[in-house]
T-cell receptor
Framework: NAGVTQTPKFQVLKTGQSMTLQCAQDMNHEYMSWYRQDPGMGLRLIHYSVGAGITDQGEVPNGYNVSRSTTEDFPLRLLSAAPSQTSVYFC???????????FGQGTRLTVV | KNEVEQSPQNLTAQEGEFITINCSYSVGISALHWLQQHPGGGIVSLFMLSSGKKKHGRLIATINIQEKHSSLHITASHPRDSAVYICAALLIKAAGNKLTFGGGTRVLVKP
């Protein structure tokens, strides 16, 4: 099915562990981004990419890495999980600047 | 002050009522998105508009770029419209075509 596939849906990590949140889209979208959503804070941009091989930081990049080796995939890596990274994470993509955005189903991450 | 503000934060309506959600922004934008997030958490894009008005079913979105204001209207509201509605602006100054999000409006439609 066309769309943005985000995995896993739920994850519990211990402080200091690392993990990768996967995001893939099959719509040949140039623009992909990762957000975190916290109560009372709305959606905040972590990292984004405007095409394969090109990534940049958003508002809250610390503690996260990304790469974009292909157009389809945009994984988000947590290097050493901290309780402050407990959040719901969304991956999104869109084809160009003035097109609608498609969101993944979200990942609820808890760091204990 | 956030560059993108939504009002109200919460809204309760009776089934069948007309609902309006407002989004205002303080800087120049080139486009604005309206998103819907259901209690299950998934986010769906409803509209992307840069001028005028768009309609899809019972949903209508309008924007006045010069007045820096957009509205989302729900006609004949239904309990299944209960969700959080979020506006997101594409700021003209934004590097990398980033979106700036409003805080969301939580809508509850009672039967």
């Amino acid at each position: 099915n066309a769309g943005v596939t985000q995995t896993p849906k739920f994850q519990v990590l211990k402080t200091g562990q690392s993990m990768t949140l996967q995001c893939a889209q099959d719509m040949n979208h140039e623009y992909m981004s990762w957000y975190r959503q916290d109560p009372g804070m709305g959606l905040r941009l972590i990292h984004y990419s405007v095409g394969a091989g090109i990534t940049d930081q958003g508002e809250v990049p610390n503690g996260y890495n990304v790469s974009r080796s292909t157009t389809e995939d945009f994984p988000l890596r947590l290097l050493s999980a901290a309780p402050s990274q407990t959040s719901v994470y969304f991956c999104a993509s869109r084809r160009q600047t003035y097109t609608v955005a498609f969101f993944g189903q979200g990942t609820r991450l808890t760091v204990v | 002050k956030n560059e993108v503000e939504q009002s109200p934060q919460n809204l309760t309506a009776q089934e069948g009522e007309f609902i309006t959600i407002n989004c205002s922004y303080s800087v120049g934008i080139s486009a604005l998105h309206w998103l819907q997030q259901h209690p299950g958490g998934g986010i769906v894009s409803l509209f992307m508009l840069s001028s005028g008005k768009k309609k899809h079913g019972r949903l209508i979105a309008t924007i006045n770029i010069q007045e820096k204001h957009s509205s989302l209207h729900i006609t004949a509201s239904h309990p299944r419209d209960s969700a959080v509605y979020i506006c997101a602006a594409l700021l003209i100054k934004a590097a990398g075509n980033k979106l700036t999000f409003g805080g969301g409006t939580r809508v509850l439609v009672k039967p």
